[in-house]
């Protein structure tokens, strides 16, 4: 058995061979999936800004399918299962249970990938990530989608495994790290989820082959399960990521246990009910629903994420504390390793997330506002503050441990991987604010020409919505340079990169 394990030089963990593969191919594949969503973010970019105007209408939408699925489902997904492995197998220096289900699990995700990616490049499901009903795609688009997601399942299944074997073979002492509590949180969510997304994808991918039929509203209502879960699924995942950055980057401290074990736990009770706020406008649901489900006990999974907020940062100052940076108030912020990208993506990552994606999020969540905020570019201007500054940006941080803890390479082109997360964070951030006030002027989401050239009426916005959309172009391409120079540097690193020494046996 020892032979299939080695023991990391710099945190002392014990590896599991197996353990170490999966995470780098899932991080691999991950990757790939992010080059094809940026480059397809910066063709979208290029059209939305009316002055370049890019894509002809049907590729607009082609390709707006093609990032949302490449970003919000291939990306982070696989990135998910990569976390997953670790916070199981390795935080815990166990073995990966059932390597065999795991390979079978993982080429099953990569082929469903491949199908989905086959049907949107080809045309044949121009139907955006919702895949709204009566919007129909090939049937292939669905059972992609399905195979994908039980692959996922899969994983999930694993990962709870896992924690099984190690407790059972004793491999750790005590109760699990936060880390892994937070990733076994998200792996709840995920079983939600992904039971949403069998009751409407089985159902839908029959309607696609002609047998049965799908109700709109009920589409929506159950698909939403999926979305808005999976979503949780990354906050609580992101999350774990901060508390791992910051033990990693500063030595910081979980000040209570308690209080953050039980703010993940709220997330897992209440944020089903949430996935209602996508339905706010919708005709088919009473407004009693609509205002019960979005108020009341669904904050409770917004203080979640405020506990978490103040826990994460308040852990990072008594490490820093600890290591001696105890002058006046602020001299452990100041002397932080801001030069470090996993440092500076960590906190680029709690401000963004919390202030602009936090803030937006819960104020259109509300039955009153979100009927002016609907379908405007105030909604991907919240979500690309959450899941683009938020938890794009931690793995972004991660990455950067990573390629030396797990791939055994130097980090390439040091000198820009210091300055890639500033590149990303304020980039994202002028685009998501710039996109939030576009919206507010009422600018349309998924619109491929809002100069509305062959409309038979008139129409004209603010004149500084010229601004706000210049502005919003200049935030993307920044951006998108350091999305570039993340997957340049990780590339590099991973498959051309110098190796660190050889591996103590364990
Ligand atoms: C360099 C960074 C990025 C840029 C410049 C960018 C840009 C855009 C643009 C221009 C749109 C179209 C908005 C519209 O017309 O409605 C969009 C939509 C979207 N983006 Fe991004 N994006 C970036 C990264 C990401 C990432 C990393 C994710 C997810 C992890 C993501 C998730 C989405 C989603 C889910 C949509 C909505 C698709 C839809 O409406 O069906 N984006 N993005
Ligand atoms: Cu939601």
Known sequence: MSADFRTCPTTGLKVHAQADRLIKANAVVGVVALLIGGIAALLLLLTRWQVVHLLPADWFYRLLTVHGMNMLI??????????????????????????????????????????????????????LFTSYVPLRATPWFYLGVILFAVGALLVVAIFFATLIVAKKERTYTGSIPLVTFGAATAAIIAVITLGHGAAIYIPTFLWSLGIGNVDAQIYRLVWWGLGHSSQQINVAAMVAVWYLLGALTVGSVVINEKISRIAFTLYVLFISMAAAHHLLVDPGLPPTWKVWNTSYAMYL????????????????????????????LFEWLRRAPWGDPGFSALIFSIIIFGFVGGITGVTFGTEQINIIAHNTLRVPGHFHATVVAGTTLAFMGLTYYVIPLIFRKKVAFWPLARIQPYLFAAGMLIFSVAMTFAGTFGVPRRHYDISFAQAPFDFQFSPAVDLVMTAMAIGGLLAITGGAIYIAITVWSVFFGKPLEAEVKA
């Open 301 to 328: 999974a917004v203080l979640a994420s405020m506990i978490h907020g103040f826990t994460v940062p308040a852990g990072i100052e008594l490490g820093q504390r600890l290591r001696g940076y105890t002058k006046g």
């Open 74 to 127: 291939f990306f982070i997904l696989f990135f998910e299962m990569a976390i997953l492995y670790f916070a199981s197998a390795v935080l815990l220096n166990s073995r990966v249970a059932a390597p065999r289900l795991a390979w079978f699990s993982f080429w099953l995700m990569v082929a469903g990938a491949l199908v989905v990616e086959w049907t949107m490049f080809t045309g044949r499901a121009d139907v």
